[in-house]
């Protein structure tokens, strides 16, 4: 078996190694303001959830090469504010749009034509179209190397109505034709080829 020793090899070959190995990963969409106001969309997928009580989500963030934040970090840094957005894959291709290399302060929500809906906890737009839309409010960040890495806490949990039973609280994800990031340049994933297994009982073994 290869074995890297990850202290002897360059940052953009760590990057090339795990994220073609760490997959699929889903997409946070987020959407934010700067506290000018200013609109920002970006998806990132170094991104999960990490914990139910609080709830807890954790992004990493990567900063430009000269160290600066992008508007993503600096707007969630500076405001404490995001939505965190999920992607079906009618919405790929302006979520592709909006990872576009835009000189600072660009709206990329306008740029990508995005229809949009007002937030009731907080100050950035949710994605009218993302089947789930998580109000966030920035729990705790730290900055790591090149990335920014934070913790967003979930306020509000958005979610369309044909996705759930609203009596059982039953989500029909398949159907919401979540996409995934893979490998390399563009590649992404559907959720539609499972498994299932049953999680083991010490008692039935």
Same mark, same amino acid.
């Given at each position: 078996?290869?074995?890297?020793?990850?202290?002897?090899?360059?940052?953009?070959?760590?990057?090339?190694?795990?994220?073609?190995?760490?997959?699929?990963?889903? /997409?946070?969409?987020?959407?934010?303001?700067?506290?000018?106001?200013?609109?920002?969309?970006?998806?990132?997928?170094?991104?999960?959830? /990490?914990?139910?009580?609080?709830?807890?989500?954790?992004?990493?963030?990567?900063?430009?090469?000269?160290?600066?934040?992008?508007?993503?970090?600096?707007?969630?840094?500076?405001?404490?504010?995001?939505?965190?957005? $999920?992607?079906?894959?009618?919405?790929?291709?302006?979520?592709?749009?909006?990872?576009?290399?835009?000189?600072?302060?660009?709206?990329?929500?306008?740029?990508?034509?995005?229809?949009?809906?007002?937030?009731?906890?907080?100050?950035?737009?949710?994605?009218?179209?993302?089947?789930?839309?998580?109000?966030?409010?920035?729990?705790?960040?730290?900055?790591?190397?090149?990335?920014?890495?934070?913790?967003?806490?979930?306020?509000?949990?958005?979610?369309?109505?044909?996705?759930?039973?609203?009596?059982?609280?039953?989500?029909?994800?398949?159907?919401?034709? $979540?996409?995934?990031?893979?490998?390399?340049?563009?590649?992404?994933?559907?959720?539609?080829?499972?498994?299932?297994?049953?999680?083991?009982?010490?008692?039935?073994?």
């Amino acid at each position: 078996m290869m074995e890297f020793d990850f202290s002897q090899v360059a940052g953009p070959d760590r990057y090339k190694l795990m994220a073609a190995s760490i997959t699929p990963r889903p /997409i946070a969409w987020i959407t934010s303001l700067s506290p000018q106001g200013a609109r920002n969309a970006a998806p990132y997928s170094f991104f999960a959830m /990490i914990s139910a009580e609080p709830p807890l989500l954790a992004i990493g963030l990567m900063r430009r090469p000269d160290g600066t934040y992008k508007d993503s970090a600096a707007n969630i840094l500076e405001t404490g504010e995001f939505v965190v957005n $999920l992607v079906a894959e009618h919405d790929a291709q302006a979520m592709n749009l909006t990872c576009i290399d835009a000189p600072p302060g660009e709206d990329e929500i306008a740029l990508a034509g995005i229809e949009t809906a007002p937030s009731t906890a907080i100050a950035p737009p949710r994605i009218a179209t993302a089947p789930v839309s998580m109000e966030c409010r920035l729990y705790n960040s730290m900055d790591a190397g090149q990335s920014t890495i934070v913790l967003g806490e979930v306020l509000r949990f958005h979610i369309q109505d044909r996705f759930i039973d609203t009596q059982k609280l039953h989500v029909d994800t398949l159907a919401m034709g $979540l996409i995934a990031r893979m490998h390399g340049a563009g590649w992404y994933t559907r959720s539609t080829d499972l498994l299932q297994m049953a999680r083991p009982s010490w008692a039935d073994r």
